[in-house]
């Protein structure tokens, strides 16, 4: 099972980055798939995340009306379209899968994770 994220970069405040992360070795569509952050110093954290099935969405708070989490199963790539970006958005940022995942925003319920794309926002 591979996930490669992709897209991370140097980007100044109010601008925006699309992250993109393909899956392998796994029946993508039964998956849910989330997007999480790790910022120097501090703990993973959940950001954002869509269901597998009906394709349900799930934000943080700091990412609601800024980001934009959506999947292709027929490329088996999820994205995150981030716009609006702030300093505090800084962080390596990871795709995971969790297979018929139902508590999304929980880290220890993923199966797979990326290799993580970092996100530089400058001010």
């Known amino acids: 099972v591979q996930l490669q994220a992709s897209g991370g970069g140097l980007v100044q405040a109010g601008g925006s980055l699309r992250l993109s992360c393909v899956a392998s070795?796994?029946?993508?569509?039964?998956?849910?798939m989330g997007w999480f952050r790790q910022a120097p110093g501090k703990e993973r954290e959940f950001v954002a995340a869509i269901s597998w099935g009906r394709d349900l969405t799930y934000y943080t708070d700091s990412a609601k009306g800024r980001f934009t989490i959506s999947r292709d199963n027929a490329k088996n790539t999820v994205y995150l379209q981030m716009n609006s970006l702030k300093p505090e958005d800084t962080a390596v940022y990871y795709c995971?899968?969790?297979?018929?995942?139902?508590?999304?925003?929980?880290?220890?319920?993923?199966?797979?994770w990326g290799q993580g794309t970092q996100v530089t926002v400058s001010s």
């Open positions: 995971a899968a969790d297979k018929y995942g139902q508590l999304l925003n929980l880290r220890y319920e993923y199966d797979y």
């Open positions: 070795g796994i029946t993508f569509s039964d998956y849910a």
